[in-house]
């Protein structure tokens, strides 16, 4: 008997009918005898406004609180689901992260998985029960409540298919797969029929949003396939897998453009080593994801300085600043800026590896849409230019014409 985890986000449950909707799917496949573990996210927005909420209590909440009040969202949607299954005749049941056996670390607010023990679900699945899970949250061995960063919802259901050895790995959301771009933003982006994790990898992290960054990196690691799929309709998805020789031969397989990035600049910093240490290793026990750095001579009178200038998750940037201005007196620095407005431009595509002229390519096409470049970084299949958010889409529209055609 086939067993399916599939993955309702925010949009398919979104209202009643929505969830009606997610109930009748399973329905379905439930009468063909499949055995099934639903994993479903908070209703479309109410992570965002639980977060507006208590932003208004104070604006650097305890991280612990946040999870007890984050956590609350998947929980309503895990009940309506049930219901919807049970106005159905379906057997179905509710658990929560915790129920379902998932155990993460301590990190509140990003915590990692550290392993699932799916003894209840397995039982619940032989006895013939539809388990609707709550996506995005976990519980320490200690007992406390967490959740695992934005969008975590997809990592719940690709780690519960590896524990559970599921046949397969649903990821239902609001467009018909992955895309060459986001499909919003680029109306002539293309639905991708298959992509490799680590293209994948690359552009959820570098802001396609459609799959979370750390899910796609568990599911490398493990091997678990999965389709992004609409639960809109029944058009085939797009198969997330294993590189194959013949995906070389695409040179970019898609563009990101990531507008939750904030640079911060640290102006006149003394230039000695250990310095860059110092700074970087006390953003990372913040558990803060640093990404470009950029480091350049500083032009002032005095001592030899260099200012150095990283970007941060727009999220994190007020808890970066913190850090940041706690080192002044030790370090020295003249001032710390930090700058919103900005966005990550990305091309990526395992093909790179063996094509070149790609970066020369991109740079010129910016030029020629006159989009001036702040910082660069690439790897083997990715590059990625910070310019300014506000002409971050036309760049997006003139690299994916440039890249991927019209
Ligand atoms: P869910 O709530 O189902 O988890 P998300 O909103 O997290 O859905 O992700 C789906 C959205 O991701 C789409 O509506 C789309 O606008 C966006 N997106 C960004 N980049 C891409 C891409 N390359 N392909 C498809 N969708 C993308
Ligand atoms: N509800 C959470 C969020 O909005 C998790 C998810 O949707 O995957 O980030
Ligand atoms: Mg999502």
Do not use: W
């Not at 209590?57 to 219901?83: C, H, N, W």
């Not at 013939?128 to 919802?153: C, H, Y």
């Not at 991708?192 to 680590?198: C, G, K, Q, S, V």
């Not at 070389?248 to 910093?269: C, F, H, M, P, Y």
């Amino acid at each position: 008997m086939p067993l399916i985890v599939q993955k309702y986000g925010g949009t398919s449950v979104g209202n009643p009918e929505r969830i009606k909707n997610v109930a009748a799917r399973v329905a379905r496949y439930r009468a063909q005898g499949d055995q099934i573990v639903v994993v479903v996210s908070a209703m479309s927005g109410v992570t965002d406004n639980l977060i507006k909420l208590a932003k208004e209590i104070m604006p650097l909440p305890s991280e612990r609180e946040m999870d007890v009040l984050l956590a609350t969202g998947e929980q309503t949607t895990i009940a309506l689901t049930a219901m919807a299954l049970h106005a159905l005749g379906v057997d179905a049941i509710s658990l929560t992260g915790a129920q379902a056996g998932i155990v993460t670390d301590g990190v509140h607010t990003k915590a990692k998985i550290q392993n699932i023990t799916p003894k209840q679900v397995h039982a619940l699945l032989t006895a013939g029960i539809v388990v609707i899970v709550a996506g995005f949250q976990g519980q320490t061995p200690e007992g406390q409540i967490t959740t695992l960063g934005r969008g975590g919802s997809d990592l719940t259901a690709v780690a519960l298919a590896a524990a559970l050895k599921a046949d397969l790995c649903q990821i239902y959301t609001d467009v018909d797969g992955v895309y060459t771009a986001d499909p919003r933003i680029v109306p002539d982006a293309r639905k991708l029929n298959e992509i490799a994790y680590d293209e994948m990898l690359e552009l959820a992290s570098l802001g396609a949003k459609v799959m979370q960054s750390r899910s796609v990196e568990f599911a490398k690691k493990f091997g678990v396939v999965f389709e992004v799929r609409s639960s809109l309709n029944d058009n085939p998805g797009t198969i997330v897998k294993e590189e194959t020789q013949s995906m070389e031969d695409v040179v970019i397989r898609g563009v990101s453009l990531d507008k939750n990035q904030a640079k911060v600049t640290l102006v006149g910093v003394p230039d000695r080593p250990g310095v860059a240490a110092r700074i970087f290793k006390a953003l990372a026990d913040a558990a803060m994801n640093v990404d470009m750095i950029v480091q350049n001579v500083s032009h002032g009178s005095g001592t030899p300085a260099t200012d150095i200038s990283f970007t941060v998750d727009k999220p994190d940037l007020l808890k970066a600043t913190k850090v940041i201005e706690a080192l002044k007196p030790e370090m020295g620095f003249r001032e710390a800026l930090s700058d919103e407005k900005i966005g990550k431009l990305s091309i990526v595509g395992v093909g790179m590896r063996s094509h070149s002229g790609v970066a020369a390519k991109m740079f010129e096409t910016l030029a020629h849409e006159g989009i001036n470049i702040d910082m660069i970084s690439t790897s083997e299949i990715k590059i990625s230019v910070v310019i300014d958010l506000a002409k971050g889409e036309k760049a997006m529209k003139a690299v994916h014409a440039a890249f991927v055609g019209t």
